[in-house]
């Protein structure tokens, strides 16, 4: 297990706060959505502001590293 602690500001954020958060551009963050590779939480109402999934973002990244140094769970 990993011994660290990050501290996120929202579980939830709008793509253009979770690229000035990450220092991602706003396209890339787009795009990246749209390709899957950020997740996002499912929209309700059609009109409905994308919101990226901070904490399963966080998840993915904590996994992924865990199976880069051989700690796979």
Not at 49 to 68: F, G
């Amino acid at each position: 297990m990993l011994s660290f602690s990050v501290a996120i500001p929202a579980p939830y954020m709008t793509c253009e706060e979770y690229a000035r958060f990450t220092g991602m551009t706003y396209r890339t963050v787009k795009d990246w959505a749209a390709q899957g590779k950020i997740i996002t939480a499912p929209k309700v109402n059609k009109g409905d502001t994308p919101m990226v999934n901070v904490i399963a973002m966080m998840e993915k990244a904590s996994r992924e590293t865990n199976q880069l140094l051989g700690n796979a769970s």
